[in-house]
């Protein structure tokens, strides 16, 4: 029987190569040897990211034991709690650079007040926050709701764990009611069949790496070669290109093509 982390949506580690995917998104906006407050840190896999790819420190929260346990090998520091209960701002004493909150208020009862009590207990001036929060309305989930269906699942949008619902101007309006400046917007981008084709192209590496060291000889081979030259890795640049190309239709209409809104901000007023 699958364990109780083997199960989670949270523990498949992150894809660096994917910049659609806000967790990867985002690491351009953390200034190399920061030190960081991940909230909802799950197993570790952002935290990863961050200190090998921008050499940060990295504190994070966490709310489950077993994956916290697993993030232990990774942060600088884990604190298992519950960011909902007064005991943990209490005791929070903390000295950080940039704070995270990378889907995670949509899971809060109040995420605004847990936002405002972040930038009482942990900010200073220079402080940056950096948020992600899904977009409900984006154009998957109006068909759905068009054709009657409010369906949750173990993950996405319409995660069974989420117990608020943001649109894009919504999840803006909440990081400037809690008492910041956004500095720097973003989203992340899906249209019908494309993003199920870049998707792909994203896990041709590990694919080809699988292939390569099954088959020595023949079409198969020839196949993994291939794939392997066309591989996301072997092409950053191009990754880079297409992904500005395919984010001009999602910032015209964020609503209804982007998945997630992405925010970079600062105490307001400084």
């Not at 894009?168 to 973003?186: P, Q, R």
Request: aromatic content about 10%; overall charge positive; hydrophobic content about 45%.
């Amino acid at each position: 029987m699958p364990s109780r982390h083997q199960l989670s949506p949270y523990l498949p580690p992150f894809n660096p190569c994917d910049i659609n995917v806000p967790q990867v998104r985002i690491l351009e906006w953390v200034k190399p040897g920061a030190r960081v407050l991940e909230f909802g840190c799950a197993s570790g896999r952002l935290s990863r990211l961050l200190k090998e790819q921008r050499q940060c420190r990295v504190i994070g929260v966490e709310i489950d034991e077993s994956l916290a346990q697993l993030a232990r090998n990774v942060c600088d520091e884990v604190i298992q709690a519950d960011i909902q209960t007064p005991y943990f701002w209490e005791n929070l004493q903390v000295d950080v650079d940039v704070v995270l909150f990378l889907d995670v208020l949509e899971h809060l009862v109040d995420p605004m007040s847990v936002l405002k009590l972040t930038k009482k207990m942990v900010f200073k001036p220079d402080t940056e926050l950096i948020v992600s929060i899904p977009n409900v309305l984006f154009w998957k989930t109006r068909k759905d709701f068009l054709l009657g269906r409010f369906d949750y699942s173990d993950s996405g949008n319409l995660d069974r764990t989420h117990l608020r619902f943001f649109t894009f101007d919504t999840a803006a309006k909440l990081v400037k009611e809690s008492g910041f400046k956004i500095i720097k917007m973003d989203i992340s981008w899906h249209y019908p069949l494309l993003r199920l084709v870049w998707d792909h192209w994203m896990k041709i590496g590990n694919f080809c790496i699988t292939r390569q060291l099954r088959a020595e000889r023949g079409f198969f081979k020839m196949a993994a070669l291939f794939l392997q030259e066309i591989s996301p890795t072997n092409h950053p640049r191009l990754v880079r290109w297409l992904d500005s190309v395919l984010r001009v239709p999602a910032r015209l209409l964020p609503g209804l093509f982007s998945t997630h809104a992405l925010f970079l901000a600062r105490i307001s007023g400084e």
